[in-house]
Every structure is written in structure tokens, then in C-alpha cells.
């Protein structure tokens, strides 16, 4: 059996894994010049490390990273351990808010309401019953169940700055839930950067006989009587028994719309957000903690600052201070025309909010990133929505992106959850 997956991010690389474990013949197609789709990172000449264009950490609860970095012989260089984290209160600076007793000593809430929140917060983290959740919004419950104080303080301020004040009140319950569910104090990271343990993946899938193809930004796919044939610019035209495109659904879109014109549809008639992200080196500190969830206003536009040297040694990276600031936004909208110098400048001005010395001049240098398809909104009754893996009416083909891991959030451990979910569905060809 032979069959094509395309897009070499996280989801991809887990397909390809499972598929070539059980004698399938895999040819891996990737855009970029290089493997780790949303995960993939850039190095500059001084630096011992790569470092990911668009942030991410792990969890220690993430069990499909881990399962994964056995199978790839990448175990080594996993590395967790706990870095700090504040949030911006209205009238009180940062403060910590990342365990029970941060929530006690939180300065802008009564007792009362701490107590009500802490109980439902234990709730959500050992509950597993999140389909009841999607019915009411992540608004309603908290101000239900844990105060509309609480509401107003702390989980409005972090709904609107990930979705903006259009779409926060829309997002369900279990979305939040999701969130905090899997969440644990001690995060993740790799040696070398997230680039190091996608190129484990690429040796075992070399080793195990799957074709990399990459710089394949033009693919056809055409059906045939037995499946499907993939012409890549440069890579010439390829049988296969089936197809998987392991990519967003404006991918998707753009690779089968003619073959499969009700999913496209379906998938990008659903809400989404991209994101933006700046990357700032400095010459000093900004801080002292890892990540600074921020109030998002008019003139803050980020909803988080992550100062990735607070978690990652500098030395790896030549002894620059390396922060991200990143804000989801809707592709339509004003906003998401603005140029880098902008982007930039922006995230200078918020870097006071954080550090009242900070001054531009600490700037070494900039980078922007951006990406159409981030963030799934996902409102009432979501699951409703999610699309089928194996594409409807459409033999041999799968489709894996991030409308697919709901309720779970984007991340890199449920996609490569999603990948090994979608081999099996390929792998049921195999044994008819």
C-alpha cells in the first residue's frame, strides 16, 4: 500500500510514523524547505540553538509528546521544568496566578469569590464530562459558577485578549475547559530547539524507507479507478492507494476543492483567527518571569509576552534576551494588514507595560511571523461541526488540521494525536 501525506508538521510526521511502522509505503510532501509545519524554527549564525517562529512549550501531562520521543529515539532531549508566570491585574501590577495558593493571595478578589473559584477549578482539572460544557458558554458558566467578579477579573480579560472582544463571548465552556484540564505547572521544551526533535522524526522516517519531498508548494492531486496520483513541482507524479492532507482547511482548500467541494464548505465556513507574533532580541532583560499574560486595550494590542530566555538558557542563543509577543487576529479585518515596522513598534510600546525602564534602545533585532489559520473559534455545541477525518463521499482521502483536535486546544500534542488517529482510519484500507 502506498500512500501520500501532505504537510510535514506535527500531525503529518505522527501519520507518516504509524503508517511506515505497519509496512505502509509513505511519501511525505512539505511546502517549506524544512519539516515541523507551525513548530518549525530559524537560527541565527551566533546562535547553538534554533528557535521557534511561533511559540510553544509542553506540558508534562502531554502523553503523545512523550510517546512519540520514544518511538524517534528523542527522549534525550526532552526537558521540563517549571518557569514563572504572572498576570496583569487592573490595579496591582503582575502577580502570580498559577497554583492554589497564588489564587489565595490574589489581591483584587473577596475571599469568597477565591474560594468559588478554586472549587471550580478543581472541578474542571478532575472532571473528564466536557460534552455538557459545550452547551453554555465559557461567559456564562464562570459567571455562574464562580462569580461574576471572578468572571470580570480574571477570565474575560484572557477570553478577549485570545479571541478579541467580537468573538470572546462566543467561545463554549469546554474549550476553557480543555485548557485547564491538561494544564500543569511544569512546561516543556527540547535541546536545540523544537527543530531538534523534528529532525529525529525525519532520521526514523528515513531510516523507515518514507520519501521526504519538500519545497513543494504546487501539488495536484488527481483521482484514479485504484486512488489517487499527487504531481509535485519537482518531484514528479506518484500513484497512491490513498491521500492525506494534514494541513488547515485553507490547504485544503486550495489542493482538493474540486474533489471534495462540500467538505471545503464546511471547514471554512467555520470562524478562525490568525496570528501575529513578534519576536524581539534584546540586549537586556525584560523581565524576570516566562510568561506575562497581558491585558489587551487599545493601545496594548498582545494578549501575552513571552520571555523565552526566562525558560531556555541565553547562553544557547548567544546571550540575547529573546521575547514573543503574539496576538490572534481576524484575517479580514484592518488589523491583520499591518506591516512589520508596525507590528514592531507596537510591541516595543508594550514591552513598558511590562518593564516601565524598558527603552528601544535594548533592541537588537526583529522578526515577524504570521499564520492565516491559528485559532478554531469554537461556540456552542462545537463538536457538532468538527469535520470527519475520512473525507465524505470522497474514497481515500483524509484531511487532519487543527478543526479536528477539538475540544482540545491547538498544540503540538494533539497534533500529533490527530496523526496517529488518522493512520488508523488509513490503515483500515490496508486490511479490506
Known sequence: MQVAVIGGGFTGLACATILAQNGVDVFLYEKNEKLGGLAAGFQELTWSSTLEAF???????DEHVQRFAK????????????????????????????????????????????????????????????????????????????????????????????????????????????RLHCRTPELGTYQGGFDAFVKKAEVFLQRNR???????????????????TVA??????????????????????????????????????????????????????????????????????????IEHTNFVDSAQYDGENLIYLAKYVDVKSEEWKQSDEQLVDWALMSCR??????????????????????????????????????VHGVPRLFHASLAHVYPWDRGTNFALELGGRVANEVLKIKKR
Request: hydrophobic letters at 45%; aromatic letters at 12%; a positive charge.
Open 55 to 61: 511559540y510553544h512549550h509542553w506540558f508534562k501531562s
Open 71 to 178: 518511538i524517534w529515539n528523542a527522549e534525550e532531549g526532552l526537558i521540563f521544568k517549571r518557569p514563572s508566570s504572572v498576570f496583569q491585574t487592573e490595579d496591582n501590577g503582575f502577580v502570580p496566578l498559577d497554583s492554589a495558593r497564588a489564587l489565595l493571595q490574589y489581591p483584587e478578589l473577596a475571599i469568597i469569590d477565591k474560594l468559588r473559584m478554586g472549587a471550580a477549578l478543581a472541578y474542571l482539572k478532575f472532571s473528564k464530562k466536557w460534552r455538557k460544557l459545550e452547551k453554555i458558554s465559557a461567559e456564562e458558566w464562570c459567571t455562574q459558577v464562580m462569580g461574576a467578579e471572578g468572571f470580570e477579573r480574571i477570565w474575560k480579560p484572557l477570553l478577549v485578549g485570545k479571541f478579541g472582544e467580537h468573538h470572546a463571548s462566543d467561545v463554549n465552556m469546554a474549550w476553557l475547559w480543555a
Open 210 to 228: 518514507v520519501r521526504i519531498f519538500k519545497e513543494t508548494e504546487k501539488i495536484q492531486l488527481e483521482r484514479t479507478r485504484q486512488g489517487w
Open 232 to 305: 509535485a513541482t519537482n518531484h514528479g507524479i506518484q500513484e497512491h492507494d490513498a491521500v492525506v492532507i494534514a494541513a488547515s482547511p485553507r490547504a485544503f482548500a486550495r489542493l482538493a476543492s474540486a474533489h471534495a467541494p462540500e467538505h471545503v464548505a464546511a471547514t471554512l465556513g467555520q470562524p478562525s483567527l490568525g496570528v501575529q507574533v513578534v519576536i524581539l532580541a534584546l540586549n537586556q532583560k525584560l523581565g524576570e518571569h516566562y510568561w506575562y499574560s497581558l491585558k489587551r486595550t487599545a493601545l496594548q494590542p498582545f494578549l501575552a509576552a
Open 353 to 390: 507595560f511590562i518593564n516601565s525602564g524598558f527603552h528601544p534602545d535594548w533592541l537588537i533585532r526583529s522578526r515577524v511571523f504570521r499564520e492565516e489559520y491559528a485559532q478554531p473559534i469554537v461556540g456552542l455545541n462545537a463538536s457538532r461541526f468538527v469535520p470527519p477525518i475520512h
